[in-house]
């Protein structure tokens, strides 16, 4: 049995629909480009009578709405939210099938090792982000050549759109070990909404309050649009961290799941 081959077919639906979500949700957005490029002075007005503490939470302190990249990294904000739930509920799902389904005897009376199944299963997670984010990235840059004319910086571009890259495997890695920690998990989407949210929650409450030791906590912080727009670069700080808490995501996810009592039919 090809399992990488079998996760990917099963996958497959899903995965388009998230695209197809993704990508019609950032167009809606860009749709209303043109009108607020155009009224940029009178939306700049609006913001700035709004507390600063809501400017800073949204992102609306530097960025300049009246042109194209201001205005994506805006956007954008969105779309990685949803690609954030949408690579947790891919991470915590992918192994606790195996608990839910009941089909771990099943998969494991093969002569397979346990490491290397972790290893087909998570090599699918990553095929199916790499697909999504290339899409994403594909699409958008073709959405905003259609609605500006405008030239507008590639690297800040790449960079801005490759934040969500970073993130969706932040939460991947993060739903893998959630997956292996839990015991039991019924269902998959209010686990993932809760801890991406509760991650954006803590990100907003550090652009409100500025405290260092916030920064650290929240993944959507290392990848700060905001920062990303002004500087066009990423923090080497926030990129070492990320690195080292996925890994070690990673490094639970094999190290429990391998010990894991796994419930027969």
């Known amino acids: 049995m090809n399992i990488l081959m079998q996760e990917l077919k099963m996958g497959r639906k899903s995965l388009i629909v998230w695209c197809a979500s993704l990508v019609g949700t950032f167009t809606i957005f860009m749709m209303l480009y043109p009108f607020i490029s155009e009224q940029a002075a009178t939306f700049t007005k609006v913001f700035e009578s709004f507390p600063p503490e809501f400017r800073k939470a949204f992102g609306l302190t530097t960025t300049n709405l009246g042109e194209v990249l201001g205005y994506y990294s805006f956007a954008f904000l969105y779309i990685i939210l949803a690609g954030a739930v ?109 801890v991406v949210f509760l991650f954006y929650i803590i990100f907003l409450l550090n652009q409100t309050l500025e405290d260092p030791k916030l920064a650290w906590i929240s993944p959507f912080g290392y990848f700060d649009l905001a920062y990303v727009s002004e500087h066009v670069a990423y923090q080497g700080k926030f990129i070492a961290a990320w690195f080292v808490l996925s890994a070690i995501f990673i490094f639970f996810t094999y190290k429990l799941f391998t010990k894991k009592d796994l419930p027969s039919i």
């Open 86 to 194: 949408q690579a947790m509920n891919l991470g915590v799902s992918i192994l606790s099938a195996e608990v839910r389904e009941k089909t771990g005897d099943f998969l494991f009376v093969k002569p397979v090792k346990r490491t290397k199944i972790i290893t087909l299963k998570i090599a699918a997670v990553l095929i199916e982000l790499g697909i999504i984010n290339v899409v994403i990235c594909l699409a958008n840059l073709i959405i905003i050549n259609l609605v500006s004319k405008d030239a507008f910086d590639m690297k800040l571009y790449m960079l801005l759109t490759g934040t969500l890259l970073f993130i969706q495997l932040f939460f991947a890695s993060l739903g893998l070990a959630v997956s292996v920690f839990l015991r039991r998990i019924r269902t998959v989407l209010p686990i993932s909404m809760g």
